[in-house]
Antibody
Framework: QLQLQESGPGLVKPSETLSLTCTVSGGSISSSSYYWGWIRQPPGKGLEWIGSIYYSGSTYYNPSLKSRVTISVDTSKNQFSLKLSSVTAADTAVHYC?????????????WGQGTLVTVSS | QSVLTQPPSVSGAPGQRVTISCTGSSSNIGAGYDVHWYQQLPGTAPKLLIYGSSNRPSGVPDRFSGSKSGTSASLAITGLQAEDEAYYYCQAYDSSLSVLFGGGTKLTVL
């Protein structure tokens, strides 16, 4: 059974960079069959797609976050990572890593449990 | 504000049928891209309910169904049960090379 697990600091200071890693188990991130993505959810609000990456390193980003986001993949560790720079309180959210069910930006069939990142001094 | 528009809330009594709409535009749903639906229970990650506008993953009851027409899509839930009380989100791909989510709909079982 595929599992995804987010890890990283739960507290980040304003203007600093949020960094999270997603470790994939029970399957290979190098499969040509899937895109892998990050989605966030501010407390009490809806879902927002941050961006997605293919095992080859090809990325797509939310246009509203593109200038601050970098998503990378490490196939040797079966992980992919998120960096969001110049964070503000508005970036406080539960962050989910996830898998698109095909090699396109389609439905998401596996989600991590989510990790809350709070931006505060 | 989400580009995919959902009603903030819907409600129904046990056993009834409810529908949740998702309205997009010519750059996403109207462009022919599939719509997907998720159920999110409090404190948990979203769960895929419908993919490809009308397909159910294994394990999802056939009480849940999806449809799409023009620039809109709908999720229908029949035989409403207390356990269906949750938030529901639609999702679609957009021609701007991005993934969109609707704002979410809270389903209350009366």
């Amino acid at each position: 059974q595929l599992q995804l697990q987010e890890s990283g600091p739960g507290l980040v200071k304003p203007s600093e960079t949020l960094s999270l890693t997603c470790t994939v188990s029970g399957g290979s991130i190098s499969s040509s069959s899937y895109y892998w993505g990050w989605i966030r959810q501010p407390p009490g609000k809806g879902l927002e797609w941050i961006g997605s990456i293919y095992y080859s390193g090809s990325t797509y980003y939310n246009p509203s976050l593109k200038s601050r986001v970098t998503i990378s993949v490490d196939t040797s560790k079966n992980q992919f990572s998120l960096k969001l720079s110049s964070v503000t309180a508005a970036d406080t959210a539960v962050h989910y890593c996830a898998r698109h069910r095909t090699s396109r930006l389609t439905a998401i069939d596996y989600w991590g449990q989510g990790t809350l990142v709070t931006v505060s001094s | 504000q989400s580009v995919l528009t959902q009603p903030p809330s819907v409600s129904g009594a046990p056993g009834q049928r409810v529908t949740i709409s998702c309205t997009g535009s010519s750059s996403n749903i109207g462009a022919g891209y599939d719509v997907h639906w998720y159920q999110q229970l409090p404190g948990t990650a979203p769960k895929l309910l419908i993919y490809g506008s009308s397909n159910r993953p294994s394990g999802v009851p056939d009480r849940f169904s999806g449809s799409k027409s023009g620039t809109s899509a709908s999720l229908a839930i029949t035989g409403l049960q207390a356990e269906d009380e949750a938030y529901y989100y639609c999702q679609a791909y957009d021609s701007s090379l991005s993934v969109l989510f609707g704002g979410g709909t809270k389903l209350t079982v009366l």
